[in-house]
Structures are given as structure tokens and as C-alpha cells.
């Protein structure tokens, strides 16, 4: 079962009801609402990751924004079922959970990596450049690094890992990095044999300097589906449409175009340098429990009973 978190940060800035008393404009929209995400790694802060796509959502669907950081998408989570968060970048995998667990949200979009992808994201399973592992079959009997149990990069791979008759702690041992960021430096310092990252994190990591280009190879890869923005589905809905048509609007070349940002690195969304959303809707997520039925892990809940 998800785990109960207590988001007493947000106690007070709930959203909803009516004029003064309740925080609601005369058009039934909240005087504000919040925006949550996760902590991204290392040296980095809820600002670098969407201060300038908050800026234009806020400006753009013409309401205030204040915003939250959780200390793990559980935060998120509930504070999306108990309405004291109202929009969240969440990943696929925990969309399902709080969807499972009650939150009454949709997505108004999905998060792409580079203009003109396509949605969802590749991970990879890299070794270090000397090891003799040269594929999926080799990663039998080795120690695997996986990022947070509750992530779409533990599941999908999982589920491979199912498909091909691979259980836990039998076939290969599993060693979760918390911080999927930093799996490719501990791929290099040979924590784990194998280590599984999404493209966007292996990119940054050589950007940043914590590997360097021949350090890692890729032996493997399996495409998952994206991290969408999700929205509470009890907002009115004339806010979740311009929300939906804002988010699917603003990119990094919307941020610069309008002065947001000044170029670069800066004006990529979230730790992972994204470019920005496109349209999708909830059955995009099916793998998810198809994911969580055949794997029954802990970390799916109920999602897999």
C-alpha cells in the first residue's frame, strides 16, 4: 500500500469554495493554486527544474500559482487526493498509484524530451565500457541498479525483467538508487553492474560531468511511457481547459520567445532538459497496471491484487 504522508506544508492553502472566506473569485476559480513536484537530485532547485514554465502557466491561464516541493511522489500524492495540491508533475508510474489511491485527477499533458518526440522516454541499460555484458540476457545473476521503487524506470524494466522469466533476488539482485540521477556514476564506480536510467539522465550526467561519453555503454534499452502533468479533476472546468491548453503551449522556445528565460540549458523543463508537453489522456497509462498486474510488486499496491 502507498505509504501516508502528511503534507502540513499545504494544510493551509487548500483549494476551493466560495468568495473571501474560502479563496474563490467570483468566476468560481480559486484565488491560487498549487503546483507540486519532487525533489530532482543533487545541487539543483524546484526553480532551475520549472521556474520558468510555472512563470508562464501562471500568466498564461491568468491565475497565481504558489508552488511545493514533496519530499517523494508519495507527498505528491496526498496532496492531490486531499486537494491541498492541485497540479503536479508526476511520473507515469506514480499517475497510476494516486489514481489508484483515489486522487480524482487527469492529464493535461505529457512531457517530451526534444521538439517533435513522440511521447514517452527510453531507458537504457548501461555498463561500464570494459564489461563484458553485452545484453539483456547477460543481465542474468548480476546486480542491477534500479532509481525509486515507485518510479516508471523500475516498473517497465521489471516488467521485462518478468517477461523473460527474470525474478528478483533469484535471477539478479536489485539495488535501488534512490537518486535515479546519479546511476550512471554509480554504474562507473561499479556500485551495481548493470544500471537502469532513462536516456535524459545518462545526457545529463555526461553534461554535468559525472561520467564521461566512453565511461558507459549502452547495452539495452525499453521505451516507457512519459511523465505527464497532472491536474485535479474537481478544479472547474474552465480552469483545467486552460490549464491543458497552456501547458500544451508553453516549450522551451515559448519560455525564451516570451522572455521567460534567456536560452539554453535554462529553459528546458525539469532536471531532465524536456522541451515541453503534448496532448495525451488517461488510457495512455494502461501499461501501468498491465505492468503492476504481471509483476505484483510492493511498491504497485493494490494496483497489482
Not at 148 to 173: C, N, Q, Y
Request: glycine share 12%.
Amino acid at each position: 500500500m502507498l505509504a501516508a504522508v502528511t503534507v502540513t506544508a499545504l494544510a493551509a492553502t487548500g483549494c476551493g469554495g466560495d468568495s473571501d472566506e474560502t479563496g474563490t473569485d467570483t468566476n468560481g476559480w480559486p484565488e491560487k493554486i498549487v503546483f507540486a513536484a519532487t525533489p530532482s537530485g543533487e545541487a539543483r532547485t524546484f526553480d532551475d527544474d520549472y521556474g520558468p514554465f510555472v512563470d508562464a502557466l501562471s500568466r498564461d491561464v491568468g491565475i497565481k500559482i504558489e508552488t511545493f516541493q514533496a519530499a517523494d511522489y508519495a507527498g505528491v500524492i496526498e496532496g492531490m487526493i486531499a486537494g491541498t495540491v492541485d497540479v503536479a508533475q508526476l511520473g507515469a508510474f506514480s499517475y497510476a498509484l494516486a489514481v489508484q489511491n483515489g486522487a480524482r485527477i487527469e492529464p493535461s499533458g505529457v512531457r517530451i524530451h526534444a521538439k517533435g518526440d513522440q511521447a514517452g522516454y527510453v531507458i537504457y541499460g548501461m555498463v561500464p565500457s570494459s564489461s563484458a555484458i553485452s545484453g539483456f540476457p547477460d543481465f542474468r545473476g548480476k546486480t542491477v541498479c534500479f532509481p525509486d521503487p515507485a518510479s516508471t524506470t523500475t516498473l517497465i524494466p521489471l516488467f521485462e525483467f518478468h517477461k523473460a522469466g527474470m525474478t528478483v533476488d533469484k535471477d539478479f539482485r536489485r539495488l535501488t538508487v534512490p537518486a535515479g540521477a546519479t546511476i550512471p556514476r554509480t554504474v562507473k564506480r561499479g556500485d551495481c553492474q548493470v544500471g537502469l536510467a532513462s536516456q535524459a539522465q545518462l545526457e545529463s550526467a555526461i553534461r554535468q560531468g559525472d561520467v564521461g561519453p566512453d565511461d558507459l555503454e549502452v547495452v539495452w534499452e525499453v521505451r516507457a511511457p512519459g511523465s505527464p502533468l497532472a491536474t485535479r479533476s474537481e478544479l472547474p472546468q474552465d480552469l483545467r481547459d486552460r490549464i491543458r491548453e497552456a501547458t500544451n503551449r508553453i516549450n522551451a522556445e515559448y519560455l525564451e520567445q516570451q522572455g521567460f528565460c534567456s536560452g539554453g540549458d535554462a529553459c528546458l523543463i525539469s532536471a531532465s532538459g524536456d522541451y515541453g508537453y503534448i496532448p495525451i489522456d488517461g488510457t495512455y497509462y494502461q501499461v501501468i497496471w498491465d505492468a503492476c498486474e504481471a509483476t505484483r510488486i510492493d511498491a504497485c499496491g493494490p494496483i497489482g491484487s
